[in-house]
Each structure stands twice: as structure tokens, then as C-alpha cells.
DNA sequence: GCCAACGTTGGC
DNA sequence: GCCAACGTTGGC
């Protein structure tokens, strides 16, 4: 069996939802993912209690800024059915929906954001690591045990 | 606001 | 199935 990463990275313009609104609602439903490779992600490989970075992106300071886990199954994301959603999709269909999220629950904010200019300048510390990888867009991503570690202790430094 | 990178769409 | 056009992402 293939290992399961138990770390995430989840991305978020800080205008739409922050950690501060996580902080604020305790747990969300992380609606509107619409990438494959995203989806896959929080439909085949995440777990309940896996950890995840709050990234936020579009924003004047890009970088880390708190802590969440995922808190709940996958299950079909019902803003594709809305059609007054930014988010509907017309082609899902309700027997075989094609966009699923996880719930992510509040941990902890960072004393900081950790920046994305940080995070890069440690990259040969970090190894592969979509975020750094040229022309990077995808919002939900793994973050193996060392690369969460070294973020966590970054956070301090 | 700019623009490079990327994923998706649709004509053929 | 190819690939140009298009829309979106996201750092700067």
C-alpha cells in the first residue's frame, strides 16, 4: 500500500476566507476546489486529523498562517449543484457528483505569516515542494512530515 | 495592473 | 486526437 501523506497545504485569498474566519467559525467546509488533482487529493488521500498549512494567496504577504486538520470524510461539495453558487457546475449530476471536499477544522494561528519568500529561501532545506514549483496553481497540495517540521520550526526563527 | 504559467474548451 | 484560444491563478 502506498503511503499516505498526513500533511497538507491548502491554499486561500485571504479576502474570501482567512484563518481569521477559520478562527472565527472553528470549522468550514472547503468548498469551490474545482481541479482534479486537487479534488484527488481531499477525496482519495486525506484522513481525519491530518494536519494542514492555511496558505494565503493574492494577498500582500503570501505565505503560511496557521494551522487546521481536516476534520471530516470526503463528500460531495454542494455548491456544485447551486446554480446561484460562483462555484455550480451544470455537467455534475447528483448520482455521480464530481467535485468532494473535506471539512477542515481550526488549530492555531501563526504568531506570524510565514512568508513565501522564507519558505523559498530554505528550499533546498525542503526538497520537492509544489509550492515552489514553477508556474505552481494548485490549491491543495501534500506536505511530507520533514517539509511540516522545518515550516513549524521556521515559524519560531 | 501586468503577465507567465497552467488547465480546459472546442473546432477541425 | 491535436492544438490554438481562452479563462484563471497568483506573484510581483
Redesign the pocket.
Known amino acids: 500500500m502506498a503511503a499516505k501523506s498526513n500533511y497538507w497545504l491548502m491554499?486561500s485569498?485571504p479576502d474570501e476566507f482567512s484563518i481569521d474566519s477559520l478562527a472565527r467559525v472553528g470549522r468550514e467546509p472547503w468548498s469551490g476546489v474545482?481541479?482534479?488533482?486537487a479534488r484527488n487529493y481531499m477525496m482519495k488521500d486525506m484522513r481525519e486529523g491530518d494536519g494542514v498549512f492555511i496558505?494565503h494567496?493574492?494577498?500582500a504577504l503570501?505565505g503560511i498562517a496557521g494551522l487546521a486538520e481536516v476534520a471530516s470524510a470526503a463528500y460531495p461539495d454542494p455548491t456544485q449543484f447551486l446554480k446561484k453558487s460562483d462555484y455550480y457546475d451544470p455537467?455534475s449530476r447528483r448520482e455521480e457528483p464530481r467535485w468532494w471536499l473535506v471539512d477542515i477544522a481550526f488549530k492555531r494561528k501563526f504568531s506570524r505569516v510565514v512568508g513565501?519568500?522564507e519558505i523559498?529561501a530554505i528550499a533546498d532545506r525542503l526538497g520537492e515542494f509544489h509550492l515552489l514549483?514553477?508556474?505552481?496553481?494548485?490549491?491543495v497540495m501534500p506536505v511530507s512530515a520533514a517539509q511540516w517540521q522545518t515550516i513549524l520550526a521556521l515559524e519560531k526563527a
Not at 514549483?133 to 490549491?139: A, E, F, T, V
Open positions: 491554499k485569498e474545482r481541479n482534479y488533482q496558505y494567496s493574492s494577498t503570501p455537467a513565501l519568500d523559498r514549483q514553477r508556474g505552481s496553481r494548485l490549491s
